[in-house]
């Protein structure tokens, strides 16, 4: 065993990101069982016999097979960077592919706070074994290690830890919370209606999702107060992309619907670039994320089955 091998080089400084973080916690578990005893001990795991530990699989940040056994550690070293309901669709999909075998599913972060309503989502599974830790619970055992270094150990958490406070310090956005709950909104939607567009690129960025394909959907959700009740306008456009295979078809059906009354509330806009809806939408957070993600779906399958056609026909 070497001793005396600092992490530096992949967890200082600007290095310190989640993708390193997770490759830190990954190795510890692979390769020093003391760790991986204290560590299956604080999650409450069983002992089993390890066959692989992954990093960056299936986007899940950690997974740990073996023995019919799954465990899979959703990684964050920044609050800010958590998704609604990610560590659920991770276990969910396990769950669905290996329905016989245990699976264990844990949500890393800088405090036990901010994973706690994701484990909670997947408690509701009768039986399940989820839990929220943080990067502090981790120091301890890192210490006094006997068959691991204690440098790269020890040195290790503390980058991460200290990279972890650099973090928390950094002005927060100045957005309300009723702004941060449309987001969170967004981020969830985009995350459900993957993998009904698998040819489309899905993200979102603030308040809005984009789906990108050869042409562009963009649904825009506000907030606004009014009175006592917070409504959210929602603003569907889309446009030709700049490059795809296949523009030419969507630009053949763009033209093709200027004259049908079907896409009529879609209107240019003052730079002929974009396509807007004259339609008004308005929701409460009680049906905003069933109803923005209905309207969005509609639009984005609308528009593929057009291009669809229209590359059908030219053949």
């Known amino acids: 065993m ?3 091998v600092s992490p530096k080089h992949f967890l200082a400084g600007g290095m310190c990101r989640e993708e390193a973080t997770s490759a830190f916690l990954a190795t510890l578990i692979e390769h020093s069982k003391d760790f991986r005893t204290r560590f299956f001990n604080l999650c409450d795991i069983p002992d ?16 740990i097979t073996g023995d019919d056994t799954f465990v899979i550690i959703e990684n964050k070293i920044a609050n800010a960077s958590k998704t609604k309901g990610q560590l659920l669709s991770y276990y969910s999909q396990l769950k669905t592919e290996f329905p016989q075998s245990s699976i264990h599913a844990f949500y890393l972060a800088p405090s036990r706070n901010t994973g706690q309503s994701e484990v909670e989502m997947v408690k509701r599974d009768e039986g399940a074994n989820a839990i929220a830790i943080a990067w ?13 270094d204690p440098t790269f150990s020890q040195t290790g ?5 200290e990279a972890i406070r650099r973090r928390s310090i950094v002005a927060a956005p100045d957005w309300d919370e009723n702004e941060l709950r ?37 649904l825009t959700c506000t907030p606004t107060v009014a009175g006592t009740q917070v409504i959210i306008s929602c603003d569907l456009r889309f446009r030709l992309a700049g490059r795809d295979e296949d523009r030419k078809y ?14 009529g509330i879609y209107k240019p806009d003052d730079r002929q670039n974009w396509r807007v ?39």
């Open 2 to 4: 070497m001793n005396g």
């Open 136 to 148: 502090s619970d981790i120091k301890p055992l890192c210490e006094n290690l006997d068959d691991f």
């Open 48 to 63: 089993f016999k390890i066959m692989d530990v992954v990093v960056e699989q299936a986007q899940r940040d950690i997974t």
């Open 182 to 218: 449309v987001r969170e909104c967004m981020s969830c939607i985009a995350e459900n209606l993957k993998p009904e567009f698998p040819s489309r690129r899905l993200v979102a960025f603030g308040c809005q999702i984009w789906a990108y394909g050869p042409v562009t959907v963009v």
């Open 250 to 263: 969507a630009k053949s059906w763009l033209n093709s619907i200027k004259t049908d009354n079907k896409w």
């Open 157 to 161: 958490i503390m980058y991460v830890l």
């Open 277 to 315: 809806s004259e339609e008004t939408r308005d929701y409460t957070f009680d049906n905003l994320e069933e109803n923005a993600m209905s309207i969005f779906r509609e639009l984005v399958s609308a528009i593929d089955e057009g291009i669809a056609q229209e590359k059908c026909g030219s053949q």
